[in-house]
C-alpha cells in the first residue's frame, strides 16, 4: 500500500529534531514527530511527497536522505539511492503523477 506520506523511523526524540533541522537547510520539509504524539522511542519525520514536486525535489531529497542516513545512523535496510530512487519512481503516486503532466 502506497501513501504520500513517508516515515522515517529514528527511535530517538533529539535526532529526530537534529535531522528535521537538517533537511530544512537542504530546503525540505520534513518535521519530526516525538511524544506525545508517537510512544517514547518510536521518533519519527514525516516527509510527503505531492504531485508538485519536481524531479529535481525527489533527487534532492534522495540525495538530503542519504547524507542524512550517514551524519544520524538512520537506521534502514542496505539499498542505494538508485534503489531507493527506483522504488519511488515505481509507486503508483509517482507514476500518476507523470502521466497527469503529459496530459
Known amino acids: 500500500r502506497f501513501s ?4 522515517i523511523i529514528v527511535h530517538d526524540e533529539k535526532k529526530a529534531i537534529q535531522i528535521e533541522e537538517f533537511f530544512y537547510n537542504y530546503g525540505i520539509l520534513c518535521s519530526a514527530v516525538t511524544v506525545p504524539a508517537v510512544a517514547p522511542g ?3 519525520l514525516r516527509a510527503s511527497i505531492n504531485a508538485t514536486h519536481t524531479d529535481e525535489h525527489i533527487d534532492r531529497f534522495l540525495t538530503a536522505m542519504e547524507d542524512a542516513i550517514k551524519k544520524f545512523a538512520i537506521p534502514t535496510e542496505k539499498r542505494s539511492k538508485n534503489e531507493w530512487d527506483n ?4 509507486s503508483p503516486h509517482y507514476i500518476i503523477t507523470l502521466m497527469n503532466k503529459s496530459v
Do not use: D, S, V
Open 87 to 90: 522504488l519511488l519512481k515505481t
Open 42 to 44: 518510536k521518533a519519527r
Open 4 to 7: 504520500q506520506i513517508i516515515p
